[in-house]
């Protein structure tokens, strides 16, 4: 084990200092600020801010030519409302890290003490702590960050915690790992009129009733296999919260989810057509547009392997994942650049689900989460 006593006390305490003070996706200035003051002690050889927004790369050089390994947390927590009595608990209202990523940055964080001891013989590792995870929009844009042309991992690992699994257990499969995901908006307009005279007006009113049980019949759900596809109807606004004035104007959001990305391009094509389709019955205008989009995450059966290796290495007990999560991840984009794999890392069976208002991350799977991540690195990097 390569952390002490002493650095785990350290790491609790950075973990409940992250939890009180949670930033959302695009705002993780100050967390940004508390990761770089936690990793400055352990003296990268280079450390890169403002990565795709307020991305923090930590750079250690090996002294021998070798592969560059990359490890990846996030930085946002989300805008829902904390419940909790704990001393931690979030002290911004409204805002709270309920997925755990408070806990995965101190995972991350945990390697920079082992790194800062003991440099990688060879190669590189890079510990990553992305930004604006939850919205999907934070992997694309540290990649498309030219600073990252410096980093170009050659292989990249990631872990979420995972509710339902027994504390500290991982669960590890190849191939499939996460759908793919993305919101579509639809907005109808019309014209509005009084009340008394909506013949004067255009209502969205029919298209609406049409659209909402039409799109949903598009992605019944079903087995998580390639032919995949579930369309879930998120919120839908119509008109003003009035008597007096006949609606010229709907919105209709819906979340589009499919297991690969090949299905999710024929499943906004039969969305879109459904509707141009109603509202051109109505004589509608209409607008589409995309929000949140999540590509697939598909695990490298090398990668995977590599973390397996490490996992019977440090005799953790692991197994393969039930199924794909239907749950989305934008770490799926890193494995269009390197050979890349996501594990699951059990948060105890009977801990409340994630983005739950009562979600708090275990720190007792801290040691247990950097052991698989140093462990990986050792093994590659020497
Ligand atoms: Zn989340
Ligand atoms: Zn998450």
Known sequence: MFLSNSDL???????????????????????????????TPSKPDQIVTDLGGHGVAA????????????????????????????????????KGHLCGHDGHMA???????????????????????????????????????????????DYAFSLHNRPGLPLGYV?????????????????LTGHTSHASTPEHGLSPMTAVAKLMPALTALGPGGALDEDYALVTVTHAAM?????????????????LRTLTDAQMGALCERAEGLVRQAAAESGL??????HDVFHHCENNPEAVALLRQALDDEKMA?????????????????????????????????????????YDFPDDIIAPGARVFMRTLRNLLG
């Open 239 to 255: 008109g003003e919260p009035a008597f007096g004035i006949a609606p010229g104007r709907a919105e209709i959001w819906a979340t």
């Open 9 to 39: 006390v350290e790491l609790v305490a950075f973990r409940r200092e992250l939890h009180r003070a949670p930033e959302i996706s695009g705002e993780e200035r100050e967390t940004a600020k508390a990761v770089l003051g936690f990793l």
């Open 107 to 153: 995972i991350v964080a945990a390697l920079s003490r082992g790194l800062g001891r003991s440099r990688p013989r060879r190669g590189r590792a890079i510990l990553l702590f992305q930004p604006a995870e939850e919205t999907g929009a934070g992997a694309a844009a540290v990649i498309a960050d030219g600073k990252f042309e410096e980093i170009a991992p």
């Open 318 to 358: 692991h197994g393969p994942t039930a199924s794909p999560s239907r749950g989305s991840e934008d770490f799926g984009l890193f494995g269009r650049k390197a050979k890349s794999a996501m594990f699951l890392l059990g948060s105890g069976e009977s801990s409340p689900h994630l983005h739950n208002p009562d």
């Open 59 to 94: 750079i250690y050089e090996g002294s021998e030519p070798g592969p560059t390994v990359l490890v990846r947390c996030e930085l946002d927590a989300l805008p829902i409302e904390e419940l909790s009595e704990s001393e931690h608990r979030s002290q911004v209202p409204g």
């Open 171 to 187: 669960a590890l499969s190849e191939g499939y790992a996460n759908c793919a995901s993305r919101g579509l908006r639809i907005v």
């Open 285 to 290: 205008s209409v607008e589409t547009d995309y």
